[in-house]
Each structure stands twice: as structure tokens, then as C-alpha cells.
């Protein structure tokens, strides 16, 4: 059975950090694209950042470029999303999310089947 679950949301002031790790199981992480979506009340899900393909070709949304970072552990099964310089607009539950590449370079939602239920992150001071 295929699951991503996250953990590592909260609350954090502006400039903080936080780093939201996910954990899969039920299959192997190392072949699949991997993704970090995020939906903000009253807001589409929007693509944050992506591994769109095995060969690492990574994309960033222009809102959190130099500030957040993508990646795994293939030997622990893992992603992680880490974020730095939080600010209050990146409040939203974020969502990790896997599928066996090609996926469009674009981190499009619907683009990936396997999700995680998600976790809060709030950025206020």
C-alpha cells in the first residue's frame, strides 16, 4: 500500500525556519518524482517545488527560490522540503507528493496520484 505522510509543520515567525520532512512507504522513493504542494485558504494548490524526473531536474515556484530546498534520502525513504526566511504568504497546508516519472517540468498537481494528508505551516508574528 502506497502512503506519504508528513510531519514537521507549525508555527514559526517571519524569518524563521522550518523543515517538513515526508515519509513514504510502500514503495521505493529512489524512481519516482517527488513533489511539495502547498494550498493556502480560498487559493488553487499550487506547486512549491519538484523532482520532475530521475535525472534530478528540479523546479522551484519564483515565490520560494533561494529560500526553500528539495530533497531525499532514498536509503531512509524520505523527502524533505526545507525552508528558510519563512514569510507570512507562505502560510498554507503543504502536501508531499510521489509518481513515477516523466512528470511535467512544470510541478503540476495533477500531475501526482500519491499524496500525503498534509500539515499546517503558519508564519506570523
Known amino acids: 500500500q502506497v502512503q506519504l505522510v508528513e510531519s514537521g509543520g507549525g508555527f514559526v515567525q517571519p524569518g524563521g525556519s522550518l523543515r517538513l520532512s515526508c515519509a513514504a512507504s510502500?514503495?521505493?522513493?529512489?524512481?519516482?518524482?517527488i513533489g511539495w504542494f502547498r494550498q493556502a485558504p480560498g487559493k488553487e494548490r499550487e506547486g512549491v517545488s519538484c523532482?520532475?524526473?530521475?535525472?534530478?531536474?528540479?523546479y522551484y515556484a519564483d515565490s520560494v527560490k533561494g529560500r526553500f530546498t528539495i530533497s531525499r534520502d532514498n536509503a531512509k525513504n524520505m523527502m524533505y522540503l526545507e525552508m528558510n526566511s519563512l514569510r507570512p504568504e507562505d502560510t498554507a497546508v503543504y502536501y508531499c507528493a510521489a509518481d513515477p516519472p516523466p512528470v511535467r517540468p512544470m510541478c503540476v498537481a495533477i500531475d501526482f496520484r500519491s499524496w500525503g494528508q498534509g500539515t499546517q505551516v503558519t508564519v506570523s508574528s
Open positions: 510502500g514503495f521505493a522513493l529512489d524512481y519516482y518524482a
Open positions: 523532482v520532475t524526473s530521475i535525472d534530478g531536474s528540479t
